[in-house]
């Protein structure tokens, strides 16, 4: 049963440049989020999906950051365009909906460097 | 919006001896309550959970305590091992969102 997929899982690229991040959920999972993690600011939430719909992208640090999810099973994260502060592990995690599904199985991660 | 406070920030224990971590939730409304193990340039992995309908909840070495009252849960991990040191992070749920403490490095030494 395969888990979380996330690609690339290492990205390096100059500032200015656009980065596109990708998540293939669980299948059957409903929701799926996207966290960026960095040393000074912890594990933080960009934004959520429920049923292909974004719920909740006030995570979102700035208009630079996108996130589509375009079926049940693709999400991608852009950033355009990049800066060295966007420099971090971005994982997406899924999980089910209602009591009793709200586990989330994180992702591999993308560690990704904007020179 | 909900803000979890998470204690210590580093916990140096004996291999064998039992170590507990702290955090605080400030959102009454938040229901669930998971924990994470995160080795070094892995992902997040779920431990064990707790619902807001349950005071204890134990998973052989590992168990979780909730006090909705005090907005307070603990994991306590007995006869800590090697394989135990990572950084442990709590969260509290409300409508699906996780919101993070900031994070426990665990050392067990042999």
């Known amino acids: 049963d395969a888990g979380v997929i996330q690609s690339p899982r290492h990205e390096v690229t100059e500032m200015g440049q656009e980065v596109t991040l990708r998540c293939k959920p669980i299948?059957?999972?409903?929701?799926l989020f996207w966290y960026r993690q960095t040393m000074m600011r912890g594990l933080e939430l960009l934004i959520y999906?429920?049923?292909?719909?974004?719920?909740?992208d006030s995570g979102m640090p700035e208009d630079r950051f996108s996130a589509k999810m375009p079926n049940a099973s693709f999400s991608t994260l852009k950033i355009q365009p990049s800066e060295p502060r966007d420099s971090a592990v971005y994982f997406c995690a899924s999980g089910g909906r209602g009591i009793g599904q709200e586990t989330q199985y994180f992702g591999p991660g993308t560690r990704l460097l904007v020179l | 919006g909900e803000n979890v406070e998470q204690h210590p920030s580093t916990l140096s224990v004996q291999e064998g001896d039992s170590a507990v971590i702290k955090c605080t939730y400030s959102d009454s409304a938040s229901n669930y309550f998971p924990w994470y193990k995160q080795e070094l340039g892995k992902r997040p992995q779920l431990i064990i959970d707790?619902?807001?309908?349950?005071g204890e909840k134990k998973d052989q070495r590992i168990a979780v305590t909730l006090n909705k009252t005090a907005k307070h849960f603990s994991l306590h991990i007995t006869e800590t091992q090697p394989e135990d040191s990572a950084v442990y992070f709590c969260?509290?749920?409300?409508?699906?969102?996780?919101?993070f403490g900031t994070g426990t490095r665990l050392l067990v030494s042999p």
């Open positions: 999906f429920n049923n292909n719909v974004p719920i909740d």
């Open positions: 707790i619902r807001s309908n349950v």
């Open positions: 969260a509290a749920s409300i409508f699906q969102k996780l919101v």
């Open positions: 299948s059957g999972h409903n929701s």
